[in-house]
């Protein structure tokens, strides 16, 4: 860890010597960068122009990208405390029937969870994820066998973005942070119970008198408040 320190400040320490400004090369990368973001910007609206939430909500999803590297436990307690309330936006802003927004986000949680495992390698992480290893085989082999690849490549996904979540918990857990997390959760809860509320009031419910609050389904919901 000492080494890992002097390694940082004789990094910083060489960047703070050079002037970025009056290196050509910085000057020329910086110049391509910018062009490059700005031709996808226009690539993506040309291609996307017709999807008012798409457009919309993608840029908000770049702030959470740059949080992934600065502050990693802070991306996971925003996904934790949002995600929930998001489904109809995320059910709209879809690249295709099959892809959108929320399977975007589902690769965040999951690169925030390998990035901590990064950062803390301790054997109760490293035997903790020894128990998602079969079920995780399982599902890798069924994509390769899949008749459609895309959905079950998605399913895998989602799979494991459980066992992101599953892991950045238990990381949580053993720096002590339980209550914390616990809070957030219930946090979480206040907009799909409230919607939910509003809707047994009001008789908005699904034709076969169940509530979905925020979520896209019934039984999703159902799951959720258990």
Known sequence: QHQYKLHRLSASGLLMGMDISQNPAFKLLGIIMLLGFGASIGLYGVTFGEHTFLLLATPLVIPLGVLLFIHPR?????????R???????????????????????????????WLCVQRSEAPIRQSLLLWFAPLIVMIAGVAYAPVVL??????????????VFTIGFILVLEGQLTKLLRTIVFSSIIP???GFYQLATGNTTPD???????????IFAFYCL
Do not use: E, Q
Request: with cysteine; hydrophobic share 60%; glycine share 4%.
């Open 74 to 82: 802070m991306l996971f307690f925003i996904l934790i405390a949002s």
């Open 84 to 114: 929930c309330a998001l489904d109809p936006i995320l059910d709209s802003a879809r690249f295709s029937s099959s892809f959108g927004l929320g399977a975007v986000l589902n690769v965040l949680m999951i690169i925030c969870a390998f």
């Open 151 to 164: 959905p079950a490549l998605k399913t895998l996904v989602a799979f494991v973005s459980y066992l992101s």
């Open 193 to 195: 119970v409230t919607v």
């Open 209 to 219: 008198g169940r509530l979905a609050a925020t979520f896209t389904h019934p039984n």
